[in-house]
């Protein structure tokens, strides 16, 4: 099957990298297949119903019932078969997910960034379903909470549906990866450093067609809301690191970055 389409991997990457590099996201269009987006969906789809896939590979987590946040139980993990998990990480395990992170379009992007062999931090799909889903704030994928021993290289994520606005697409403040971490240690923006910033003032709407991609810088504030719509709106994140990037967490053995894009 084919999953990345043919003119996309031939696509200019000028124009893109300049604006992640600007304006901390830019997004690239269609990359994505026909047969891509209803394979890889269903797939996701198998794999939250344990169908054909053993849950114990994957990480899961459930949407919270009030689609807060602040709601959401930790720990739990796969809590049977059910089109509402938030979110699922380690999706590489798949053989068909991991096809698409190995994808030459974005080994020509990762290429562009950093010279070397790339890793993967992590392949994670956001899952709102319909009428569901849980309001992501504000964040950034970096900061100490990562782990890791330098900054992340680039994140790309891809509609595996249609994402518009209703359903809770991407929001996000462009440029705000200027400035850096919000706080050393990553992750969630604090409420009041968002609002000393203007956040949701300067925050812009990415809607995005089934089967199109975004090239996401990791500092840059981004977040999400519910789907209010009748379909599931699933997208899927690859975050990408210089092959020299060291874990530096201690509690358990350091985590080894696999191979994704050789020397
Ligand atoms: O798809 C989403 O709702 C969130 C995505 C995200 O936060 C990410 O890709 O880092």
Redesign the pocket.
């Known amino acids: 099957m084919t999953l990345l389409l043919p003119a996309a991997a031939s696509m200019d990457l000028t124009g893109p990298l300049a604006e992640l590099s600007e304006r901390g996201f830019s997004p690239l269009g269609r990359t994505l297949s026909d047969e891509g987006i209803t394979a890889l969906g269903q797939r996701a789809d198998a794999i939250m119903l344990g169908r054909g896939a053993d849950p114990k590979e994957f990480f899961f987590q459930h949407d919270s019932p009030s689609g807060r946040y602040e709601d959401l139980q930790h720990g739990r993990g796969y809590v049977g078969p059910s089109l509402a998990y938030r979110k699922i990480e380690k999706l590489e395990k798949d053989p068909l997910f991991r096809s698409w992170i190995q994808n030459a379009l974005f080994e020509r992007v990762a290429r562009s960034l950093c010279e070397g062999p790339i890793t993967l931090y992590r392949a ?1 799909l ?1 899952n ?1 379903a319909p009428h569901g ?1 849980t309001e ?1 704030p504000w ?1 950034q ?1 970096n900061g100490s909470f990562w782990g890791l021993d330098r900054a992340p290289l680039v ?1 790309i ?1 891809t509609a595996l549906d249609d ?1 518009p606005i209703e359903a ?3 929001e996000i403040v462009p440029g705000s990866h200027a400035g850096g971490l919000a706080t050393p240690l990553g992750g969630m923006v604090p409420q009041n450093v968002a609002e000393a910033a203007g956040a949701e003032a300067r925050r812009i709407f990415v809607p995005a067609r089934a089967g199109e991609s975004i090239l ?1 810088h ?1 500092d840059v504030w ?3 809301g519910v789907n209010e719509t009748d379909a599931p ?1 699933r ?1 899927f ?1 690859i ?1 990408y690191l210089r092959g020299e990037t060291r874990c530096l967490r201690t509690r358990r053995a350091p985590r080894r970055f696999e191979t994704v894009f050789g020397a």
Request: one cysteine or more; proline letters at 0%.
């Open positions: 994670v956001f709102k889903g992501l964040h994928d994140q994520w994402a809770g697409c991407l996401i990791n981004h977040r999400s709106r997208g994140t975050c």
